[in-house]
């Protein structure tokens, strides 16, 4: 008889957690069992299941009940269970092992690395156990296999034994025992788990997290298998990641290279550590989804053809730690970077790029590989004390391009890397092996760097053997529109007849306006909102802000006198005037009003002291580093030009005591389009930490910045944890007001922009649909890159067809409102809807080329 063909296909956390994806699994074995292969599926536990029992470890370890997080685990398994309608009863003896396990790290008050692999491993057991019975249930026999009884991980007692316990390999060969243990299998189908393989002394161990691609890929190297498949979440691996940019073209075929290159620089798509072992003895590797399974995917084999230099895909990774280590002695000394290297090495750390010249080293290291704990840090530093001056930039991100011979490239990639200009490159690093050219960047940078330079690098590109259709035209066709929810689609109607009488038109949705000031006004730590009305000052957006019981926050005369216009009943005291380099008059006329003002620099109260002779003041301070969605909006920092630094307030204090004038609150602000909740508290215990110095200040004003989603999915800022953060250092500081004044958070979800198609063209690969509004009606996509969402308002249940740049009619290249956009055949007259456009749309737009402005209306219920 000939040995049989094996197939191991592995299937991710999200494949293995609903009933439908265990149908396309069932399906996908039997279609194989059919053509003759012998399928081994590798599984992961269900989806969350390891992050609930590594909760469940350190419960136990604390002495915290973990009966909450066990029942929680047991409910999704019986779920899963009763939505296929087989009986969980399988479960129970793991369920017995799990609890005892649990029992005994309790008792002890601590996990060891062995007790944590124990438990974490149960996640996989379970999921096969359960797995087995489904698929008899779909009339697919499969032997359960124990991984543990095939994979041995290698003995590497020089490592740390969370690493051996938590981060084992394995060093695998086609192996006779195996394959015919596995051929002896009653049924055709084998399952087993991903993730876990033994010790030499019979107790699991683990491949460390995601490792069930590479247990599937020692699999396939133990049975010599014909193929491996690993099934996931996408369709194949992309030219970046296609959440991120929908634009991202599937990769066909990739060599293990290329592969590894993507893997490692930060495709999250494959473990890096799978490749090596199917490169080793010429496996195939096939990327496919269970989502969608009609799709091929990409195939990384030997067999790819050399397509001479190309730039393939974009890859970021954030979370980077960076080591700078700046020496004099290093020029001609010999052994100095063995020396430092030795000290990472001792400390267990694994560093990834390097940089070196005379006098500085600079190396990387990234969390997938190490335990970044700060201590560890800490003792590394001082341990390279010994022979340099080490230091840490922590919030890297590294983006790379991956390819073959990037060298040879280098001179076309000139337009590319314009974006980096005015960017902060702590290094950059060019393999050795020329797959990769690397950029460590702030982190908050990266993703935007990746979208522009996927942009320049791809936009233009057609199908070819290498580059498949986009993300959008494989899957957002058939995925519902996740902006199905938007308030604007029950007010259809109301949209193309405001369209009908003129466009472009941005309307303000009130009832959305009011929900968002609702949210703000629910913040249990916030004493007072202020709405930054930059971003929009509509006057209906201000009296329904207003009704809502929100103050406001101005940064010009012109925005005061319009909130004075709109309200002339609204208290002159709920206006903050909080102007930046404005001439000495325009504190004189806002003090004049009566409305609270906020200095952000000590010249004018040291120059102009009886302007501010009598009044009462904020400060606005800045905390030496900005955030937010791009650089331009980011506002604290050397570069940004707002705010004292903390070294001025000794003056500040000596200025206003010679005014007489007093320093009541301390502001902040430091960007824009935050989406990281602890922001805020940080910035208050920055305030809090200056506000001793000035016996008057009762009031800590942490600014706005609050984020949206940039797209339609993505995730969005966390009000709750941002109150509860808050609401802690309310607690410790309960005699300081707190204020805040956001403005895009308010707005931005509230206001659409419609605007009508004038004209389509096909220019080469390229399909235009040209609109009556451009970058003088919505200026964020030419100025930052923003990403907003497009819909064909006239035709809006007609399925997407064309993959098309949406622009606008202004003298520049740059008036493009949507790049790679999904829209139905679209004709001139159809009406566009452009979406999260109240924030920073009708404010910023501009008279250029002397179109007019568009026209604003609210939306009442
Ligand atoms: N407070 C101060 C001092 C500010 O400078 C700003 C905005 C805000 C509050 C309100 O920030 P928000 O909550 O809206 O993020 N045009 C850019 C945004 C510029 C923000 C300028 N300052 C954009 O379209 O993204």
Redesign the pocket.
Known sequence: MDAPSWLVLKFGGTSVATPERWRTIATVAQRYVADGYRPVLVCSALSGISDQLENLVQEAAAGASPDATLAAVRAQHAALADGVGVSPDGLDALWATLEARVETIAAQGAATPADRAAVLGMGELLSTRLGEAILAAHDVPATWIDARQHLRAADAPHLPPARRYGSATCSVYPDPVTQQHLAQTTDAVCITQGFIASNALGETVLLGRGGSDTSAAYFAALLDAERLEIWTDVPGLFTTNPHDVPAARLLKQLSYDEAQELATMGGSILHPRCLAPVRQYDIPLHVRSTNAPAIDGTVISPDVPDTGPQVKALSAKTGITAIRMDTLGMWQEVGFLADVFAVFKHHGLSVDLVATSEANVTVTLDPMANALDPEVIDRLVHDLGAYCTARVVRGCGVVSLVGRHIRALLHELGPALEVFDEQQIYMVSQAASDLNFSFVVDEEQAPRLVHKLHDILFAARTPDATFGPTWSELVADEAPAPAAEAWWHARRDDLLALAADATPTYVYDEATLRARAADLQSLAAVDRVFY?I??NPHPAVLRTLADAGLSF?C?SPGEVERVQTALPDHPARGILF?PNFAAPDEYRRAFARGVRVTLDNVQPLAEHPALFAGQEIFA?IDPGAGR???R??R?AGAQSK?GMVPDDLSALRRAADAAGTRITGLHV?V????TEPSTWAELARFLASLADAFPHVETLNV?????VPRAPGAPGLDLAALDEQLTAFKREHPHLALWM?????LVAEAGVLLARVTQTKTKGPVHYVGLDAGMHTLL?PA??G?YHPIVNLSRLDAPAAHTVQVVGPICESGDVLGRSRRLPDTAPGDVLLISTVG??GAS?SLPYNLRPAAREALLTP
């Open positions: 930054a930059k971003a926050e940064v909080q606005r937010g969605h791009h331009h909006v506002t707002f602000h960007g824009s389009g935050i600014g706005g910045g609050l984020g004044e956001p403005g895009r958070f964020r100025l930052y923003s924030a920073y910023m």
